[in-house]
């Protein structure tokens, strides 16, 4: 059974989430407040959070801040529940790593699929796949039960990036699932100071850039080979007006 906790300070909206969510089978743990929020997810390191932005004591980014900061609860897929939405919150809210939004009102449906999508997105991200062309046909298998995934292409083709040759950029939309076969690659984001901070080292035989496709956004980070590298690029098509694809 998966655990889902929701960090809400309305009793009643808190109540009704937990009243929808059990009863579609997920156990349900509650918090009315960020701090006592995060205090359950490091103890209980429930498979989903959803938590509201604004809130007394420790508000939603507080929450996902001190989350991503402990390793064993960076990884856990994150819902903001929030009545706010304008852009610029949501945007900041991604930026810091939450999964998705739900805007409330919310009828029972949309709070159920978001939930299972953010749950079997992260099974994939979550599997180990062998580090060859066999291993690559699995993932790419597995991601294509997605339907907003079903749009990747079967063509392939390897690229190879020089050392130091950026490979995607903060805020491109992807384009791209690519796999390492040879090299090292880096990712990072920029500091709002202009430091650089580096978030994952690749070797050969990872996958990578595929948060960005399974999240349905643009890149949060910068990749660059760190020493020439060959990489296999499986295009994703996307619809033009005239119906044709690219």
């Known amino acids: 059974m998966k655990t889902i906790l929701i960090i809400e300070d309305n009793q009643d909206v808190r109540e009704n989430t937990a009243e929808i969510l059990e009863m579609a089978g997920y156990k349900v743990l509650q918090a009315e407040n960020g701090k006592a929020g995060v205090e359950i997810a490091q103890n209980a390191k429930p498979n989903l959070i959803i938590c509201d932005i604004m809130m007394p004591v420790l508000d939603g980014y507080g929450v996902i801040h001190l989350l991503n900061k402990n390793h064993e609860t960076a990884g856990i897929p994150f819902i903001f529940l929030t009545a706010k939405s304008e852009r610029s919150d949501m945007r900041k809210g991604m930026e810091m790593g939450a999964d998705d939004y739900i805007s409330k009102p919310f009828d029972d449906i949309e709070l159920l699929n978001a939930v299972e999508s953010r749950l079997k997105k992260n099974e994939v991200l979550k599997a180990e796949y062998s580090q060859n062309v066999q ?112």
């Open 135 to 246: 291993g690559l046909n699995k993932f790419f298998n597995e991601i294509q039960k997605f339907d907003d995934l079903k749009n990747l292409s079967a063509d392939r083709r390897s690229k190879v990036y020089k050392k130091k040759e950026v490979i995607f950029s903060e805020d491109n939309v992807p384009v791209f699932l690519y796999f390492l076969i040879k090299g090292k690659i880096k990712t990072s984001r920029s500091h709002e100071y202009g430091k650089e901070l580096i978030t994952t080292l690749y070797k050969e035989g990872d996958f990578f850039g595929y948060h960005a496709l399974l999240e349905e956004k643009p890149y949060t980070e910068t990749a660059e080979a760190l020493e020439d590298s060959e990489v296999c690029l499986i295009p994703v098509l996307r619809d033009l007006p005239s119906g044709r694809k690219i």
